[in-house]
């Protein structure tokens, strides 16, 4: 009776068992029938890095790209003075976007396989010539930026950079990011080879504000230079210059008398050491000087800003409207030889657009843990995260300041020529209506922004938006961009998405919306040039016997209600003749 009982109760199970088994095997017929087999899970790892250490920085080259030409060769500058051996990649062309595609992921943005591409394309060169796959991946490591983008596959691009690098049979080739947030992750017992110290920071910074206010001077002069070519010969000369004073540019160090027995006190050697150079990059007569002596040089370009230019503000996805090759269609260039003068973002408005999503971030959490404490212990830890937010938020504060301060100080040297610098916050609440800037992603906010701020304070007469083609952050924008458009009518707003191809229809469409800004800039001059009461070559005759007006620092105050140039410069010389 008992062995019934034990059987009955083992049976169900037996059956059971029976089932799934031949449920199996039946499963597994049907899957051969259809050509189905199953295969093992496998879940993605992050391949193991090899090391940049510190012992292979002699033997080592960093490569680098996705900044203007001015911007890297200054980068490579600073980076020498700290002992590196760098080099910036070619500018991306078109090929380089196809092989690009070729070794790496469908779908991607432009911005992706035009800089992988690039890459590969640079070191497909190097084998050619004669080196070894071995000795490039032994003697070459990519440093590129890297952020967790929201809705932008920025955060993506390490992964795709290494696919495609093992594609292309470069398997093993080392890839740094590094972003405003975390900084960059080494790890080595024998010390990092990149140390991401005051002097690396520094010299990254001072050469992409240099940088920066180069760009803008040349594309403020370059469409009104009375003898061709003068712009970029004269900041190609200052660029050497440049890149010979950061060269042997040193941070300030502690190392007198003092600062030797002061180095048994770590901390506040360290204090002095920051506030002197904190000091020296606020104040500091060295950097000024440089400039001043480039200031000098432009200063002999001559202009003549009487040539009726329609404004262009150039926005957009941030790798898109920076480049200036084929991965925007060569827009800029396009647009000076179509008769545009264009106004571009620089870089540092980015950083601080990151700064002020940190420093938002950082009050938001501020005062909120939780650990599964209670009472007075929780009490306590929230205490302690809001006196960490806080000091974090003033930080980032101190370091904002720092680089208005420092961008104005330069930009004073360059006749102020450079624009000032936009207040992220003025831009926040332009586009806060239209677009939540809690969306994370790409440029998010700052499109709307631009576009309204730059319409609403009559700064140009069109805005063109570059992006890659499916950038998602920008699609966005694009589509609330429509509503802003509706309610500005005489806002003229061009998106204009850039991939390995299209270039002649690209042009086409911004020759179209080009053409309606010409005819706004044509029409508010002979508007102006009424209100002086004096024809325009008696202007340009005052202006020949006064040549101080052709100078390029010698430009007109912006008058409220006009945008162009040209129009607010007939005023300011008809202001003078009077």
Known sequence: MAETKSFNKVLPILMEDDIRTRLAEERLRLEKDIGIFDKKMEYFKRPVELPFTRRQRE??????????????????????????????????????????????????????????????????????????????????????????????????????????????????FRVYTFNLVGGLVQKSDDGPGLEMNLEFFLGMINAIVIGDLLNETGYKIRPYEIHAGETDRVLEQCVFELQQFLRRYRTFHFDGPVGRRMTKFKTIHSVVRYAGEFYRQLFGRDIYSIMQKCGKLISQIQVDRTRVKPTVKVTGEFWA????????????????????????????????????????????????????????????????????????????????????????????????????????????????????????????????????YYHKNHLCHMVLSLKPFGCMPSSQSDGVQAAVVNRYKDMIFLPIETAGEGEINAHSRVQMALGEAKAKAKEEFAVVLAKTKRPLDEIQSFMDGHPEFKEPYREAPHYHGISGTSANFIRYVAEHMH
């Open 59 to 172: 033997n080592t080259t960093i490569l680098f790209g996705g900044l203007t030409l001015k911007h890297e060769q200054l980068i490579i500058a600073a980076f020498d003075a700290l002992g590196y051996h760098t080099q910036n990649l070619p500018m991306p062309d078109v090929s380089a976007c196809q092989i690009g595609k070729e070794y790496g992921n469908n779908g991607q943005c432009n911005p992706t396989y035009f800089t992988v591409g690039n890459l590969v394309q640079y070191l497909q060169k190097l084998e050619h010539d004669g080196m070894t796959k071995k000795e490039i991946i032994d003697n070459h490591i990519l440093l590129t930026a890297g952020n967790a983008c929201g809705t932008c596959r920025f955060a993506m691009y390490e992964a795709e950079y290494r696919l495609a690098l093992k594609n292309a049979g470069f398997d093993g």
């Open 321 to 452: 409207h920076l480049t200036e090759g084929d991965g925007n269609f060569n827009m800029f260039r396009f647009l000076e030889r179509e008769g545009a003068q264009v106004i571009i973002e620089p870089v540092v408005s980015l950083i601080q657009h990151m700064m002020r999503q940190i420093k938002d971030e950082t009050r938001e959490r501020s005062g909120v843990e939780f650990d599964g404490k209670t009472g007075f212990r929780a009490a306590v830890g929230r205490l302690r995260s809001y006196i960490r937010g806080q000091k974090k938020i003033f930080l980032l504060y101190l370091a904002d300041r720092a680089l208005v301060r420092k961008w104005n100080y330069l930009r004073r040297a360059l006749g102020n020529l450079p624009h000032a610098l936009l207040d992220q916050y003025e831009l926040l609440e332009l586009a806060h209506d239209h677009y939540n800037s809690k969306a994370r992603g790409g440029e998010s906010h700052l499109e709307i922004a631009k576009n309204i």
